[in-house]
């Protein structure tokens, strides 16, 4: 399958969603990439990976943006390219985000791949629920938070939270933020699909705001500034 869906997140922020179904040729074939990005695919081991990165270049490609339009900073962070390149957007949704600067974040997680643009910044993050995650939870979470859930809800809450931590990293993109230490999400419910987080960093004490979503097995998280 193609394009999967797309997920107004408020009238500023917009969620595209690749569900992979295609084989590697295909995507080699219709997806376009900058120099840069060819290297990058050379070095990645896996399919499932080389898929993942070409999945996002064929959703930049469905809102009219290309390869071309995207930078990465020293640490990996992906921005898009200034507003020459954006006013060719043909795409409503985008051009309703009225302002020049536009942010993205990108996530892709097994059949996965998923881009957010947003006129402030933005994180994002797609994570399969897995048990291993709830495993592991008392390294990144307060475990209270799973409290008089059953076995798959807490599955389902420890892969948000999870999310939620590497969506509020990857809009500070700050080198040695930690997920148990500084990032601390409110007591929130399954069925509220949303929620508020704190970043205490670097004596500052930053809040945010987080919206999530299970969409088959996956958990996905949008985190933005309050
Ligand atoms: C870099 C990191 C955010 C990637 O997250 P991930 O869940 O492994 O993978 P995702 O598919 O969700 O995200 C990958 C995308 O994030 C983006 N990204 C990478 N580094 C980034 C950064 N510093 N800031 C923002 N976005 C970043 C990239 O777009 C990347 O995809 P691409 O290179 O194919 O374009 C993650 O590996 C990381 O370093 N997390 C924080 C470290 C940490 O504290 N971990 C656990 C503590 S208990």
């Not at 193609?2 to 917009?14: A, D, L, Q, R």
């Not at 060819?38 to 896996?46: A, D, E, K, V």
């Amino acid at each position: 399958m193609p394009f999967y869906k797309e997920n107004n997140i408020n009238s500023n922020t917009v969620a595209y969603f690749w569900k992979i179904t295609e084989d590697i040729n295909w995507f080699k074939e219709k997806a376009l990439l900058n120099e840069k990005s060819l290297s990058r695919l050379q070095t990645m081991q896996s399919v499932s990976h080389q898929k993942g990165f070409l999945a996002v270049r064929m959703l930049l490609q469905h809102i009219d943006l290309t390869d071309f339009d995207l930078y990465y900073d020293e640490f990996g962070k992906p921005h898009l390219k200034v507003e020459s390149q954006m006013s060719k957007v043909k795409s409503q949704e985008i051009n309703n985000i009225n302002s020049k600067q536009k942010h993205i974040s990108i996530s892709h997680s097994h059949e996965f791949s998923c881009i957010c643009i947003c006129n402030k910044p933005v994180g994002i993050d797609i994570e399969i629920c897995k048990e291993k995650t709830l495993k592991i939870a008392s390294r990144y979470m307060d475990v209270t938070h799973l409290d008089n859930l059953t076995i798959a809800d807490k599955i389902k809450k420890a892969t948000v939270i999870w999310g939620i931590k590497e969506s509020i990293f990857k809009l500070k993109n700050e080198k040695g933020i930690s997920f148990p230490k500084h990032i601390f999400e409110r007591p929130f419910k399954l069925e509220d699909k949303k929620g508020t987080a704190q970043l205490i960093f670097n004596n500052n004490t930053e809040d945010f705001q987080f919206q999530f979503d299970i969409i088959k097995e996956y958990a996905f998280v949008c985190a933005l500034t309050k």
